[in-house]
């Protein structure tokens, strides 16, 4: 019973029969009990009015109206009693009823006494159920059962339609890895799903990408020292500083790879974090290694993130800024609930036309990649994976007097 379709059927089949069986056990549960009083006895009080008023000539057969020296026996209903001597009376007729019920005889049996003293005896109208009754009641639940199995089967299908039609596009994936579209039709959930359905498919397109960019990055990278070290390996003895150098580099880029998966890999857990301390930490740090940064105005603002993570990203970024912009100054700000994280550096920035690429892995703004300074250039990839990750977002600018702004930004806690 692990299928949806089974279940709803199931379901629409129980709650169907299930209502349709209490409402018959409460019809024959009346039922059972026979007509109210208030229809039979006046039908008895104007029988009895017929036989009074016809005696002493001969009493029809219809009537059914037996005559005895005494009343029938059983135990006495003194409420329907006391109802058809009222009714007899206010029809004129001074006569004594009594209506009785015996616990081996079904209904009920009224007795009048007649001006001649005799009793005449009269079964009070009672329904009784129809024989076989249970064979009735197992045909009427069965022809309950087709025709709510039909019906469930066939809205279960109408239902199900959608769920199958997003299961049919997500069986479909190319060999590329890539999910087909999804039409986003149907009721607000099945759009819902669609709609996730096709922003994964979005995703998943843009991480290939990167991947893919990565990849051909790498061996453009590594093809340029290895060809070096080919065109070297003739003079080992007099180029061993230039071979240390190109192997510590490849050292360098593969490292810087490795971290940028295991960024995407290894997520630390999401916490409230003292951006403000975290940033003055990060700032003495750098200024213990040397580099030039400065803090400007901060001020106190949580975020939500993780904190190994964010240390990594805002590291990166600081150290890009100290090194290729000669010298940095971080700003914090609290704008429209927003903490507003700004590193200004004073160096000559990057072409307007590059600014969008910086993100990429192995960015550098010389396209002959020649590296005055040592780095993969992955750090600003890294940077931007973690803070996005953590619902940021941090964007470049040059600035108008010169130099590199970033700024990061992150909903305040």
Same mark, same amino acid.
């Given at each position: 019973m692990n299928s949806l379709r089974r279940r709803l059927i199931l379901l629409l089949v =129980?709650? =169907?029969? %299930?209502?349709?069986?209490?409402?018959?056990?409460?019809?024959?549960?009346?039922?059972?009990? *026979?007509?109210?009083?208030?229809?039979?006895?006046?039908?008895?009080?104007?029988?009895?009015?017929?036989?009074?008023?016809?005696?002493?000539?001969?009493?029809?057969?219809? #009537?059914?109206?037996? !005559?005895?020296?005494?009343?029938?026996? %059983?135990?006495?209903?003194?409420?329907?009693?006391?109802?058809?001597?009222? =009714?007899?009376?206010?029809? *004129? #007729?001074? #006569?004594?009823?009594? =209506?009785?019920a015996k616990p081996d005889q079904p209904g009920q049996i009224a007795s009048v006494q007649l001006p001649d003293s005799r009793w005449a005896i009269m079964q009070v109208p009672h329904l009784k159920p129809p024989g076989r009754e249970w064979l009735v009641l197992a045909g009427w639940i069965s022809l309950i059962v087709a025709g709510a199995t039909a019906v469930s089967v066939y809205f279960t299908a109408v239902l199900i339609r959608p769920l199958e039609m997003l299961e049919a596009a997500v069986s479909k994936i190319g060999s590329d890895g890539m999910l087909a579209a999804v039409p986003e039709v149907g009721s607000a959930e099945v759009k819902a799903t669609a709609h996730a359905l096709n922003q994964l498919s979005s995703r998943l397109k843009t991480s290939m990408e990167s991947r893919m960019r990565l990849v051909a990055a790498a061996g453009h990278d590594l093809r340029t020292p290895m060809t070096r070290m080919r065109l070297r390996a003739e003079f080992l003895d007099e180029e061993r500083d230039k071979w240390l150098h190109d192997l510590d580099e490849l050292d360098r880029i593969a490292d810087s790879a490795i971290r940028l998966v295991r960024e995407e890999v290894n997520q630390d857990a999401v916490e409230p974090i003292d951006l403000e301390k975290m940033v003055r930490d990060i700032s003495a740090e750098m200024a213990s290694l040397g580099h030039a940064v400065s803090i400007g105005h901060l001020d106190k603002v949580s975020i939500r993130a993780g904190a190994l993570g964010l240390r990594r990203a805002l590291r990166n970024l600081i150290v890009n800024a100290a090194t290729h912009g000669k010298a940095c100054t971080i700003t914090l700000a609290i704008t429209d609930r927003r903490a507003v994280l700004t590193i200004f550096d004073n160096g000559p920035g990057i072409p307007s036309d590059l600014i969008n690429k910086a993100f990429e892995p !192995? !960015?550098?703004?010389?396209?002959?990649?020649?590296?005055?300074?040592? *780095?993969?250039?992955?750090?600003?990839?890294?940077?931007?994976?973690?803070?996005?990750?953590? %619902? %940021?977002?941090?964007?470049?600018?040059?600035?108008?007097?010169?130099?590199?702004?970033?700024?990061v930004l992150f909903a305040a806690a």
């Open positions: =129980i709650s =169907i029969v %299930g209502v349709v069986g209490l409402a018959t056990a409460a019809v024959l549960s009346v039922r059972g009990g *026979g007509p109210p009083p208030e229809l039979t006895v006046p039908w008895v009080a104007q029988q009895m009015e017929l036989v009074a008023r016809l005696l002493p000539g001969p009493i029809p057969d219809v #009537l059914r109206v037996q !005559f005895a020296e005494r009343p029938a026996g %059983g135990k006495v209903d003194r409420a329907e009693t006391a109802m058809l001597n009222d =009714i007899l009376h206010r029809r *004129g #007729l001074d #006569l004594l009823a009594i =209506i009785s !192995f !960015f550098r703004v010389d396209p002959g990649r020649q590296q005055s300074i040592p *780095g993969a250039g992955l750090g600003l990839a890294i940077a931007k994976e973690i803070i996005e990750r953590y %619902g %940021g977002t941090v964007t470049l600018e040059n600035r108008t007097g010169g130099g590199l702004a970033q700024t």
